[in-house]
């Protein structure tokens, strides 16, 4: 069954240090790969998305995702946190031949100034 | 505001009542996704349109609900006979497909609680 696992509820960090939300998946297929924000009372919102090619996708916010095959991971990183990146993080799977994503629980992340 | 719009933003219903959501998509968005997230998931999705016709539906979906997207623009999400266990945020999704592939745009999400 296809599936999106983000093993960590809640990551710390320092604000100024590097933070990384983890994302594992599994499929069968080629997946499209996703991260999203939400942030409290407001919709989801796009961060980036790995469908081909470079396996280090940028984003939104100075965020970036790595993309390992090997591992089926895709974890988002970001080398310097800010207070407001404080928010809760979701990874998404799409199969390549279907309009729906499939979304992890969700990992909150907490940047302490 | 251009952004994919939900009403109402909460809702509160006693349990076997009908209850309806509306979405309103970005204008130019072909496809539309009703997903639904209860606290602590993630968002599952439960439909999906593009243009007026349904082409997916979860079995999450049950025959309580229906979801409707009459002229390609709008669309409904009707739950007959609410329970308990349907009371979850309910979020809407338009996306449209270029080069670069599809990106959903979600709106802020209709609040169900079933008491």
């Known amino acids: 069954a296809q599936s999106v696992a983000q093993p960590e509820d809640q990551v710390n960090v320092a604000e100024g240090n590097p933070l990384t939300v983890k994302c594992t998946y599994s499929v069968s297929g080629n997946p499209y790969l996703f991260w999203y924000v939400q942030y409290p009372n407001r919709g989801l919102q796009f961060l980036l998305k790995?469908?081909?090619?470079?396996?280090l996708v940028k984003g939104s916010y100075g965020f970036e995702a790595e993309f390992n095959k090997s591992q089926t991971s895709f974890h988002l990183k970001k080398p310097s946190a800010l207070v407001s990146d404080s928010a809760l993080y979701f990874c998404?799977?799409?199969?390549?031949?279907?309009?729906?994503?499939?979304f992890g629980q969700g990992t909150t992340l907490q940047v302490k100034p | 505001d251009t952004g994919v719009s939900q009403n109402p933003r909460h809702k509160i219903t006693k349990r076997g009542q009908n209850v309806t959501f509306r979405c309103d998509p970005i204008?130019?968005?072909?496809?539309l996704y009703w997903y639904r997230q209860t606290l602590g998931q993630g968002p599952e999705f439960l439909t999906y349109?593009?243009?007026?016709?349904?082409?997916?539906k979860s079995r999450l979906l049950s025959d309580r609900f229906s979801a409707e997207r009459p002229k390609g623009s709008f669309s409904t999400l009707e739950i007959q006979r609410t329970e308990q266990g349907d009371s979850a945020m309910y979020l809407c999704?338009?996306?449209?497909?270029?080069?670069?592939?599809?990106?959903?745009?979600f709106g802020s999400g209709t609040q169900l609680s079933v008491l």
């Open positions: 790995y469908i081909t090619g470079d396996n």
């Open positions: 998404a799977v799409r199969l390549s031949n279907t309009g729906k994503l499939i």
């Open positions: 204008s130019e968005h072909n496809r």
């Open positions: 999704a338009s996306s449209s497909l270029d080069r670069n592939g599809e990106k959903l745009f």
């Open positions: 349109f593009q243009n007026e016709a349904q082409l997916e």
